[in-house]
């Protein structure tokens, strides 16, 4: 069973910056893509960042230029840099592995931008 531990999320003041983690442990085979989604209440989940192979990255047009994915294969780790943070960006992030119709998620974790 795979399973994938967040952490980094909290509270910033716009314009601040937070580095989110996110280590999966277990029986990992092979080359996943790895990724970060993030949720608001009333709202669907939404793709932020995705690094489907390695040295591959894509973006939603919203953090474009502000946050960048990056991923640690020998620790099975994906990290998102989020800086120049927006009240917007305020949202329950989760990180998620797959490979063709397998996928395993995060737990989520809570990034709160106000001032």
């Known amino acids: 069973q795979v399973q994938l531990v967040e952490s980094g999320g909290g509270s910033v003041q716009p314009g601040g910056s937070l580095r989110l983690s996110c280590a999966a442990s277990?029986?990992?085979?092979?080359?996943?893509?790895m990724g970060w989604y993030r949720q608001v209440p009333g709202k669907q989940r939404e793709l932020v960042a995705a690094?489907?192979?390695?040295?591959?990255?894509v973006y939603a047009n919203s953090v474009k230029g502000r946050f960048t994915i990056s991923r640690d294969n020998a620790k099975n780790t994906v990290y998102l840099q989020m800086n120049s943070l927006k009240p917007d960006d305020t949202a329950v992030y989760y990180c998620k592995i797959w490979r063709g119709t397998t996928d395993y998620w995060g737990q989520g974790t809570q990034v709160t931008v106000s001032s």
């Open positions: 277990g029986t990992i085979g092979g080359i996943y893509a």
């Open positions: 690094t489907p192979t390695p040295g591959t990255t």
